[in-house]
């Protein structure tokens, strides 16, 4: 069974618009953890929060974890047309269980 | 992907017959991991493997047998390929089993006609 479960489904933005993706789980993690796939390539992992952190970021993306509501948000800022992908959110202590994606698509 | 790479990308087979996909990484991580991807239910683990010889089943095994004889060799084997194990498969390898990226190999799109 699924532990992480994205939201939207899908998402089209307009490049320079922000992009907000928001992944839900049941039970307690250890951490959580976010990926881009591009259409017919592996995955890429982009970013880990740790259950004790509150706020993370790498470059254009920022992570956020409240563990009471078992929710984590992805933002990526002044979006991209090479951002288009899907995202995947995870969640790990032992092996990683992902959730189904979001599609997110930016156009130029 | 750099350090992974999966053989072959892509395969068609018949149905009841034996088929082996391949995971071979030069990173000397311990941890190696066999997932299947189909629309509508993301990512699922198949079996992983937490060193030489030593495997364990995931969430969707039936099915499936794992080897792994050395530490940059992981081989999934279906030992009599059905319809419904047509998907497409995706290794995995991490350093440790906690609080540690994957990374991810290329994939191989598997039809089983």
């Known amino acids: 069974s699924q532990q992480g479960e994205e939201d939207p489904q899908a998402l089209s933005i307009q490049e320079g618009e922000n992009a907000t993706m928001n992944c839900s789980y049941k039970t307690s993690i250890n951490n959580l953890q976010w990926y881009r796939q591009n259409s017919g390539r592996g995955l890429v992992h982009l970013i880990l929060i740790r259950s004790n952190e509150r706020e993370k970021h790498s470059g254009r993306l920022r992570v956020t974890l409240d563990t009471s509501k078992k929710s984590s948000s992805l933002l990526i800022t002044a979006s991209r047309a090479a951002d288009t992908a899907s995202y995947f959110c995870a969640t790990g202590g032992g092996t990683l269980t992902f959730g189904k994606g979001t599609m997110l698509l930016v156009s130029p | 992907d750099a350090g992974i790479t999966q053989s072959p990308r892509h395969k068609v087979t018949e149905t009841g017959t034996p088929v082996t996909l391949r995971c071979h990484q030069t990173?000397?991580?311990?941890?190696m991991y066999w997932y299947r991807q189909d629309p509508g239910h993301g990512l699922r683990l198949i079996h992983y493997?937490?060193?030489?010889?030593?495997?364990d089943k995931g969430e969707v095994s039936d099915g499936y047998s794992v080897s792994r004889s050395k530490t940059e060799d992981f081989l999934l084997t279906l030992e009599s390929a059905t319809s419904s194990q047509t998907s497409v498969y995706f290794c995995?390898?991490?350093?440790?089993?906690?609080?540690?990226?994957?990374?991810f190999g290329s994939g191989t799109r598997l039809t089983v006609v």
């Open positions: 995995a390898i991490s350093e440790t089993d906690m609080d540690y990226g994957y990374t």
């Open positions: 493997s937490y060193g030489v010889k030593d495997t």
């Open positions: 990173e000397n991580h311990r941890y």
